[in-house]
């Protein structure tokens, strides 16, 4: 069947054209900021001035959080799991199931995945999360992540709409434009080590609009 020029099946190959462009896109991106990442100096600054940041939020407030486990040159997480219990509140970590991501409650015993990644020991938690801090390889100011390709975090935060999904990255991972998938979840919320930006507004390093761009 023929609709104007293009014919159904002609159709569907554009867009497979397409969406194979996207996904050609991100793994060459991924490629570029692992090497920006593993080049990346003054991690324990920016650590603190993460953490700073991510206080000054909104989102801080929160009673519950998912936390990443930060793992090689990841923006480190430690300082922000120490913060958050300290202030009483709940934290969960994320673990593999297969090709599920579950929330467990953070505590002092690990296992290793096999990437070396630390995952918490525990039963998993399905009730209501809050805030998931997601980690990423890159991301831009419409809110579109660029993770590892797995899509765990996707399809997590596709099963808990209700969980605010909030980026927290050293600020060099912000870039113009990442490609975008229909299966993609953006960052409600964008920390760095010197801004905080929600998608679609810029917001200064003091939380005062600063305009968009």
Known sequence: MITDKFSFADTFRFVEREERSAAERKASLRRTMKERRGENENRDVKETLLLENFLRTEAAGKESFLVYLSFS????????????????????????????????AWKEDFTLSPRGIREPVGEPFSGKIDVAVLPLLAVDERGVRLGYGGGCYDRFLAAHPETFPLAYCFDFQIVREVPEEPFDRRAALIVSDKRILVPGGKFSDSGGKSGDK
Request: with cysteine; proline share 6%; glycine share 6%.
């Open 73 to 104: 040159s990841e923006a480190p997480t430690d300082k922000l799991v120490e913060t958050l219990l300290a202030q009483g509140r709940r934290v969960y970590c994320p673990r593999m199931a297969g090709e599920s991501m579950e929330a467990v």
